[in-house]
């Protein structure tokens, strides 16, 4: 604990029994669920293992994105009212879920716990993931895109202040969102945090067309229904170093109608123009694909009812390690051009 104890923020924290967790080893980590790729997170609960509120999360952006110093303060005192609430009777316990420990990962425990090797975050979340990969029950959609951006609906916060608004755009600006609201209520479930928000707004099924915000707007309660726009859930795995990410190492724009018809290509089609070429691609030999390059078509399929572009077709259908033929209009002319997708192996 750094914070000197005479100051706002040390004396609230006075008021808690602080514990930091190390290892992960003998961890309830269905009771602690979290995004795994997380540098900082904290549970505020009681003795009763009723946990009031989450305080962490991030973005692609970067691990610090939605933290700061202003909104743990926020969070540390609403916990202590939280706390009062919970000794009178106000809140009841919440059900807790089975237990599941890190030991019941077979991947982990090969690569951890046998070699009596630490049992970190991240590498929780990625074998969970591989686990379930080897299995065949992995939905990609669910769980390798676990924790949507919020921006990608329109929210963006003012951190100091916690769940305060402090933009809004697209969905949540048509469904009435505003600067100013601060948001309470995910689908009728109090949030009080980011981490809140994240971890509500992550465990929405991804075939929801809609969620439901309450808002506090000058002292009054609002309920605002947002239409999800359709991918919601797509957000930015490359920090997340997923081993079960087939990482293709390019990116692309999508085409205009007009530059689908100009290319004789399927209105429908998932075509785009590679914008980025990653540094792996040249390093690991994956492919010969250059900056400019259509591609019209992945294994000789143009469209998918959920991909809208091909990387993100070869994310969700295929695995990592697979290699793919592409469709690529380069210069005019029509070429079959080979990738082979990495299953990258970070921090392990």
Known sequence: MLSPKNTPRGKLLMQYVCARIIRMDDVDIALFERDWNNTLYYFIMNADEHIYMRYGGRDSRGPTTYLDLDSLELTLTRGLQLHDQYKKGEIKKATPPKPAFPREIPPLVERTLARNQCVECHLIGDFQLQYREQQGKLDKVSEMYRWPDIRTIGI?????????????????????????????????????????????????????????????????????????????????????????????????????????????????????????????????????????????????????????????????????????????????????????????????
């Open 156 to 348: 963006e916060l003012d951190v100091p202040k916690g769940l305060v608004v402090k933009a809004s755009s697209a969905a949540v600006q048509a469904a009435g969102m505003a600067p100013g609201d601060q948001l309470t209520a995910l689908n009728g479930t109090p949030i009080y945090t980011f981490g809140d928000l994240q971890y509500r707004y992550g465990n929405l099924p991804r075939d929801s067309r809609q969620v439901g915000f309450t808002v506090e707007r000058e002292h009054r309660s609002i309920e605002l229904k947002v239409t999800l726009p359709e991918r919601w859930w797509l957000s930015d795995l490359t920090f997340r170093h997923l081993s079960v990410d087939p990482r293709a190492e390019f990116e692309t724009r999508q085409l205009s109608p007009a530059e689908k018809a100009q290319h004789n290509l399927n209105a429908e089609s998932f075509a785009g123009q590679i914008t980025r070429i990653g540094g792996f691609a040249d390093m690991l030999k994956m492919h010969e694909l250059k900056v400019g390059d259509i591609v019209a078509s992945v294994d000789g399929q143009d469209h998918d009812d959920l991909a809208n572009s091909p990387e993100l077709f070869i994310k969700l259908r295929r695995k990592a390690g697979d290699s793919v033929m592409l469709d690529v209009i380069r210069d005019g002319k029509r070429l079959k051009l080979p990738v082979r997708t990495e299953r990258m192996y970070f921090r392990k």
